[in-house]
């Protein structure tokens, strides 16, 4: 199956499951108003200060480029689901008409992210703007700067979904849910089970990470 549309799938799968099938329409099961733009431009900034760009602190600390591309990852989850909110699964085939440049340059990859939260946040305000086909052009272009490809991609949020998935189902709303599995955060668990196991299914992996959690 197209990574891509296998992605959409799962994140289609994990949000019924979280909000109930009703947030297609803009509420949890709860009621809760969703608001997938908003997430997407705070997972930015946050992916934005992965980068030590502050001119007043720690002027020789490296970049920690690994959490920025967990929040990229993150950030494709909330596109995802603003994409199938707004009721059109097919924006993530712009990548196939894309060949963004690779550079690893991190003013360039902070510039494209200060843009998705631009765009984001002013598409949340004026609920008029369709948004979307720039914003999944803005997030190829980061991906590629952070030298990810669509399997790496693909790798990275199969383990970062089922997790997620493995968390709703073990008390994580309810706050039971215990995440540091023995010195290590669940995270790192589930990424080291996915190196040592490429190949896995979602199916697969989630039976890895509910053999491991009980110890």
């Known amino acids: ?20 099938e009703i947030w297609t329409e803009g509420a949890t099961k709860e009621g809760r108003q969703i608001s997938w733009l908003r997430c997407i431009y705070m997972e930015a900034a946050e992916a934005i200060d992965s980068f030590n ?13 690994d959490n920025a591309r967990v929040e990229l990852v ?10 199938i909110h707004y009721g059109d699964a ?10 963004p440049e690779r550079d690893t340059d991190p003013e360039k990859l902070i510039e494209i992210l200060e843009k998705i939260v631009a765009v984001s946040a002013s598409a949340n305000v004026d609920k008029s703007q369709n948004s979307l086909y720039q914003l999944f052009a803005l997030f190829f272009q980061a991906i590629a700067h952070m030298e990810m490809d669509v399997p790496e991609l693909y790798k990275r949020y ?15 709303k309810d706050g039971s849910y215990i995440k540091i599995w ?13 190196d040592e196991n490429p190949e896995l299914t979602p199916e697969q992996l989630y039976e890895k990470l509910e053999a491991v959690y009980p110890a």
């Open 182 to 194: 023995g010195e290590v955060e669940d995270n790192v668990v589930a990424f080291n089970i996915m």
């Open 158 to 172: 199969l383990v970062k979904n089922q997790l997620n998935t493995f968390r709703q189902d073990h008390g994580y």
């Open 90 to 99: 097919g924006f993530a085939e712009i990548y196939n008409d894309m060949q």
């Open 1 to 20: 199956m197209n990574q891509i549309k296998q992605m959409f799938e799962l994140q289609q799968q994990l949000n019924d499951a979280t909000n109930g």
């Open 74 to 83: 993150d950030i494709w989850h909330f596109l995802m689901s603003e994409a």
């Open 53 to 65: 760009w502050k001119h007043w602190k720690n002027l020789d600390a490296e970049h920690d480029l």
